[in-house]
């Protein structure tokens, strides 16, 4: 394989060579046992992430798009806080912690922008007895930047999952474990853990033929690094120690730090016309997952519920027709709340073979309190209710021609925020050779309590939120065209603009305050704004040039800029502007050579 990047330097870009090779394999070991691995892998030809800004603590969850991973993917799936009511990706491996980005190397030019495999292996399979296994090694090499600093260490990452099928799959029991060890330096062993490990046990039960089911599971984790690696783990926005009535004591000397989390389901699966899920959920404080998991929050217990009515006969409205009701109440694990609300949905296909949702939510509904997303390490914030609508329409997925809309709207803080976005997407299908897609997508979003940041002065510490008034908009193309059995041609671009101006900064005053306006009081800054640009764009085109090998031709282009003053540019003007900054270019050559014996 051959790549040909662009390079940032002081005074200007310039251009890299580098020329690989790696190997794959794929055994047989029995006919339903297989052994996969890779030496150096490249992933060029995988399309690139959207843009997105992200103002929250929270990460952004992206999809896995690697074949080596996205292969046998279910095997190693173990949700963590995920139920009918809602789910966000969280699990106990998160394959794109593999070969990432490097932690340290935010703002440096010199620094990749992805770790590289040594290699990895993977076992999977299902064995007679009714047992399915799943294994998974991977090295990833030092990365450094400007002065052969360290941004991310030589890791090791390891996950074994095993489950158990009973009474031909109607009931079952697994195991999950995960690894991680990092060969820390001077320059990251204050920065990262030094090894993380998870443990945790899942079961599931169907009764009365099948229509009922009990299910559940118990996680156990434990990270260990320096002490100052562990405050840190203490205070990010994950666990939050530090904030007042968190339930536990923030200890900046500690070198280790262990959780738990478990979940107990009980579900009606068939029989009737009824469904339903009930579910608690906990994750205690010093539960952490995210060295090869994905863990948005530690410190929150849930109860949840679902309710479901479903219509499958014809009728001279509709085809079928489904309809459900969920209930959900959230706290921290010291038992804060922090959610209460109710919702209802429901599904209709047409005669004409359409589709109409829509759902309406209400929140925040009695005393509820934000313990993560507000102060951001400060003390619990009162929450105001909120309501949500949402509507969408599928056209028939049968024409050449397929429309697409969705419709959002929130409102919120009293009416002082709202929050407005919405997709429209056109799919284009003629015969199987050749599907052509179109989305935009838009939001008007006003935040009137958007957090500001934290500020420590000689009269203490300050908590500030403004007024935020943001506009994004983006555009997604995507093109698959089949010239033969044997060659492709796939296309992919996004451009994206997300603009805002903060105004009217305060500051927390009572936290607790049932009032609105006696949370906060005036506080002088300056509120300041942004303008994100973004453009990715991915071609591929491959070629079996025999069978089980293959040439890739890829070139991806990345532009981006971000200001922190909006501007005064129209949403139009920003989109022409992107194509006036200098593009990240690379060009890549990929070509495997499959060898059977």
């Known amino acids: 394989m051959t790549k040909n990047v662009s390079v940032p330097l002081a005074s200007g870009f310039d251009r890299s060579q580098k020329v690989t090779a790696g190997a794959d394999l794929k055994y047989g070991i029995t006919s339903n046992l297989t052994l996969d691995a890779t030496v150096n892998p490249d992933f060029g030809q995988v399309e690139a992430d959207p843009a ?261 006969r014809p009728t001279a409205l509709y085809q079928i027709a ?14 804060t709340p922090v959610e209460r609300a109710a919702n209802t949905n429901a599904h209709v296909q047409l005669n004409n073979r359409w589709w109409v949702h829509g759902g309406v939510t209400t929140g925040q509904l009695g005393t509820t309190f934000c313990d993560r997303n507000c102060s951001r390490g400060g003390p619990a914030v009162r929450n105001d209710p909120y309501l949500s609508a949402w509507g969408e329409v599928d056209g028939d997925a049968r024409p050449a021609l397929v429309p697409y809309m969705w419709l959002n709207y929130f409102r919120g803080d009293g009416g002082r925020s709202e929050r407005f976005n919405g997709n429209t997407q056109i799919t284009l299908r003629v015969a199987s050779q050749f599907k052509a897609s179109l989305t935009l997508s838009a939001t008007h979003n006003v935040n009137d309590i958007q957090p500001h940041g934290t500020i420590k002065d000689s009269t203490g510490t300050h908590y500030t939120f403004a007024h935020l008034n943001q506009k994004t908009v983006s555009l997604t193309g995507r093109v698959d065209y089949t010239l033969s059995t044997v060659l492709t041609l796939q296309l992919y671009a996004q451009p994206f603009v997300s603009k805002g101006t903060y105004s009217n900064v305060r500051e927390l005053a009572d936290p607790n305050a049932a009032a609105f306006d006696n949370r906060y009081k005036p506080y002088a800054a300056t509120p300041g704004g942004f303008n994100d640009k973004e453009f990715n764009s991915t071609v591929v085109l491959r070629w079996e040039y025999r069978p089980g090998s293959t040439l890739f031709v890829v070139w991806t282009q990345g532009r981006a800029d971000y200001t922190q003053i909006e501007g005064p540019r129209s949403l139009a003007g920003n989109f022409r502007d992107m194509f006036d900054l200098h593009p990240n270019n690379t060009f890549l050559v990929k070509a495997s050579y499959w060898i059977n014996w």
């Open 322 to 335: 489904y309809w459900n009701f969920n209930w959900w109440q959230y706290w921290t694990a010291a038992g």
């Open 52 to 312: 997105v800004l992200n103002l929250t603590v929270f990460e952004t969850f992206f999809q896995e798009r690697r074949p080596f991973f996205v292969q046998g993917a279910g095997i190693f799936r173990f949700d963590v806080n995920c139920s009918q009511v809602n789910c966000n990706g969280e699990g106990l491996f998160y394959s794109r912690r593999i070969g990432r980005a490097p932690q340290l190397g935010y703002g440096d030019p010199n620094s990749p922008t992805a770790t590289t495999i040594y290699g990895a292996a993977k076992l999977t399979g299902r064995l007679p007895g009714g047992q399915t296994v799943g294994v998974l090694e991977a090295i990833t090499q030092r990365a450094t930047g400007t002065l052969d600093s360290t941004t991310e260490p030589t890791t090791n990452y390891a996950v074994v999952r095993g489950q158990q099928d009973f009474r031909n799959g109607e009931s079952g029991i697994g195991v999950m474990l995960t690894a991680v060890n990092r060969s820390l330096d001077q320059r990251t062993e204050n920065f990262l853990r030094r090894s993380a490990y998870v443990g945790a046990f899942d079961f599931r039960h169907r009764f009365l033929q099948g229509h009922y089911q009990v299910s559940g599971s118990l996680d156990l984790s434990r990270v260990a690094g320096t002490d100052t690696a562990i405050a840190r783990t203490q205070q990010d926005p994950v666990h939050f120690y530090q904030r007042p009535g968190a339930g536990v004591t923030y200890d900046s000397t500690r070198t280790a730090l262990s959780g738990d989390a478990g979940e107990l389901f009980f579900s009606k699966l068939g029989g009737g016309i009824t469904r339903f899920e009930t579910s608690y959920q906990r994750r205690s404080q010093g539960f952490e997952a995210n060295d090869l998991g994905f863990l948005l929050q530690a410190d929150q217990q849930s109860w949840s519920t679902w309710f479901g009515l479903q219509s499958l």
